[in-house]
């Protein structure tokens, strides 16, 4: 009882510091302002890790590297202390692995998590302090998507179509991941 509280705790708190790293990093490079509520509970929640690790990781092409490189030893740590307190023994090569996919697999979830916000604000409150937030996340992705089908009667099925693409793209996320979990 006591290991799975264990688990459920440093799988809380690993999970949630991923998420804001990987946040911080998607920000970056999607050119999404710092300067609201999100993204300064982002750099607040997020700089005692990520500022130590610029001394160590260089940026390349503009993009702050140290940021996911803080995310996959978040994540590392997390599923180590996880599979410790499961009592199974992992390489340190597949637990570096899996916290990659980890990594690839968060990543899809933030999107899916910024194409619903934007979807349900530009229809409820398409003006709210939030939608510069996820605008830049998602007009990217979405560009594509719009392209193919425009809105019909002002509806715009466009988040839809990338959501169902997002879920798509999870299943083989799913199964590299049971594969890697399966490495000697």
């Known amino acids: 009882m006591l290991a799975q509280i264990g688990e459920l705790l440093a799988g809380i708190v690993a999970d949630f ?35 130590p690790a610029r001394r160590l990781v260089p ?6 590297l140290a940021t996911p490189v803080c995310a996959w030893l978040v994540q590392a740590a997390g599923l180590g202390i996880v599979i410790a307190l499961r009592g199974v023994e992992f390489a340190p090569a597949t637990l570096a692995a899996l916290a990659a996919v980890d990594l690839l697999r968060y990543s899809l979830y933030i999107l899916i998590f910024a194409v619903i916000v934007q979807a349900v604000l530009s229809w409820v409150n398409p003006y709210s302090p939030l939608a510069p937030v996820f605008d830049p996340l998602t007009r990217r992705f979405l560009r594509p ?27 083989p996320v799913g199964y590299l991941r049971s594969f890697v979990a399966g490495m000697p």
């Open 17 to 51: 510091f991923v998420f804001l790293l990987f946040a911080r990093f998607h920000f970056q490079w999607l050119r999404v302002p710092f300067r609201n509520q999100v993204g300064e509970f982002v750099i607040a929640t997020t700089n005692w890790a990520v500022q």
């Open 59 to 64: 940026a390349v092409a503009g993009l702050d």
């Open 145 to 171: 998507f719009r392209r193919l089908l425009p809105p019909i009667a002002n509806v715009d099925l466009a988040p839809l179509l990338l959501l169902v693409l997002l879920q798509i793209l999870l299943i």
